[in-house]
């Protein structure tokens, strides 16, 4: 080889702290990148012959240079929405949130709807349920549909229920219900697939308002330093909301800033998945597994347990849909090449999904398929070593931990179950793969947030743990926010992981997080995002 070398580096990040992924501490390093690739990585030194006089140099000293974040579990169009819609998380009463919501309303006076998320009425005073007269009185004239905290159940008033039709005749879907009172009239409490009576017309949205929300969805994914995330399909109530044609439409445009990989629904409809599968398959947008449920949550009782609930004894929950119509959709999915991933959070969904995978394997004989199951909120200690056995993906989002009131939470499942909350060590310590996410928007976009939970197991007092045994190390939160999700979309050859030869999706964080204390993981930032090559976000601007 000649001394001079033939190509140089379009951009060149310098760092004494850079986690690669392949080692669980981070180390001094050099990064070139040529178009959208990783081409070298190295010493300063060993870097200086990628230098040429268009090279951008860029220096961090002691911040942290990282794989890009990678989201293995949200909803785009209604995250995006969400960022739009009024936030009642922080309400303490059902007053306050009504209150909340007449300022929102009057602050927006040309949206026909009103649209909230977030409220929790375990962190209320009463711990009551709220009632539709409470949101008459501020909004009497429009309709409002205000979710609850895991977006399950929601909240609506009696305009909601006159434009959408739904009175005391109205009989409830399979899986879902219209609360009544003793008169039979609807309360403004709508459970699982009842809500879809109003969502699909609260999200008729135009083309024009899904460009603005999404082109402001994809500003702040990369403000946060996420590189690609897992879209998947979030129920019957939300579907009007799945569009992927208009993310298309942002790829062709050149302003798609980060990787979409699909998950459309797992169905008897087989021919539509290996449609969409053909139809998107590129390096940007892509549909890479299926996607269904197998319960609800565990506030709302309708997350399926093996026994009662502790202050509920006389359900255990239900299934969304029968386990042998599971079964079979998993069978023949399953056959048919496609990867599935079940939203499960009771220990009885979690048995379930398993026992479909378990099952598909000896039909289909066994293949690399890399099945996940999402959430896994509650697990009997028996099911713990099947993920690795089975070779499923455990896909947890610790911040739901946190949002959720413990307390209610606990009062749900009783203290025996709740040893097995959220047990991402145990599952993580059998050998098998554990991907953290999100699941904006339940929760915030933000990675930190999740990465703070699964490391300190804190609470939402912010200073009790919950089970903190199940703390996961610093190294195995980042891999499960890079490295796993990259092997769950079967990309780990070109993702996950800083590597030659890897594409350039990378973050800098304004801190080394393994130098400092565990608080400071919330107060993080990022500093630059990188995507395919290309700087998309920089010192709080978007390029």
Not at 109 to 134: M, T, V
Request: with cysteine.
């Amino acid at each position: 080889m000649s001394m001079q070398h033939q190509q140089k580096a379009n951009v060149i990040l310098i760092s004494n702290a850079v986690f690669t992924g392949l080692t669980d501490m981070p180390v001094a390093a050099s990064i070139a990148i040529c178009g959208n690739m990783i081409a070298a990585i190295g010493s300063e030194e060993d870097l200086q012959p990628w230098i040429g006089p268009e090279t951008k140099i860029y220096r961090f000293d002691d911040q942290l240079i990282m794989p890009g974040f990678h989201d293995f579990h949200l909803h785009i169009i209604l995250g995006s929405i969400f960022l739009d819609s009024v936030y009642l998380h922080d309400a303490r009463s059902e007053e306050e949130a009504a209150e909340m919501v007449k300022e929102y309303a009057e602050s927006r006076p040309e949206e026909q709807w009103i649209i909230g998320f977030s409220w929790d009425a375990g962190y209320w005073q009463n711990k009551q349920l709220p009632h539709r007269s409470s949101l008459d009185k501020v909004l009497p004239d429009r309709p409002a549909i205000l979710f609850q905290n895991d977006g399950h159940y929601a909240w609506v008033n009696s305009k909601a229920l006159e434009v959408c039709n739904v009175t005391k005749d109205t009989e409830n879907p399979q899986f879902g219900s219209i609360e009544k009172d003793e008169n039979g009239e609807p309360t403004g409490i709508i459970y699982e697939h009842a809500m879809a009576l109003f969502t699909n017309k609260a999200y008729h949205l135009s083309k024009g308002k899904k460009m603005k929300t999404l082109t402001n969805f994809f500003r702040h994914a990369a403000r946060l330093g996420i590189t690609a995330m897992n879209d998947l399909y979030a129920t019957e109530a939300y579907e009007i909301l799945e569009d992927y044609e208009i993310f298309k439409e942002f790829e062709d445009n050149g302003g798609l800033t980060t990787r979409i990989h699909l998950l459309p629904v797992l169905n008897s409809d087989l021919d539509r998945a290996k449609r969409l599968k053909e139809t998107y398959q590129s390096s940007m947008l892509r549909v890479v597994a299926l996607k269904q449920f197998v319960d609800g949550v565990v506030t709302g009782y309708t997350a399926h347990m093996l026994e009662p609930y502790s202050n509920r004894p006389d359900t255990c929950g239900d299934t969304a849909f029968p386990p042998d119509v599971i079964k079979k959709w998993v069978a023949d999915a399953d056959k048919e090449g496609f990867s599935i991933r079940f939203h499960a959070l009771g220990d009885g969904a979690v048995r379930l999904a398993l026992d479909a995978f378990e099952e598909a394997q000896k039909v289909n004989g066994i293949r690399d398929s890399r099945h996940s199951i999402e959430h896994i909120e509650v697990i009997h200690p028996n099911d713990i070593h099947r993920f690795q056995e089975l070779g499923v993906i455990a896909s947890i989002q610790p911040d739901h931990m946190y949002a959720a009131d413990r307390e209610t939470y606990i009062s749900c499942i009783g203290e025996d179950r709740g040893k097995y909350a959220w047990a991402t060590k145990s599952i993580l310590d059998t050998g098998a793969k554990v991907a953290i996410s999100s699941d904006f928007p339940i929760v915030g976009l933000n990675p930190m947030p999740e990465i703070h939970r699964a490391v300190t197991r804190i609470d939402n007092s912010n200073v009790q743990q919950w089970n903190p045994e199940q703390s996961i190390s610093l190294a195995d939160a980042l891999k499960g926010y890079t490295v796993t999700p990259a092997y769950g979309t079967f990309r780990e050859h070109e993702l996950g992981t800083l590597e030659v030869g890897k594409l350039a999706d990378i973050v800098v964080l304004d801190r080394n997080l393994f130098a400092v204390p565990s608080e400071e993981i919330l107060d993080t930032i990022v500093k630059l995002t990188m995507v395919d090559g290309k700087i998309v976000f920089q010192d709080g601007e978007f390029s």
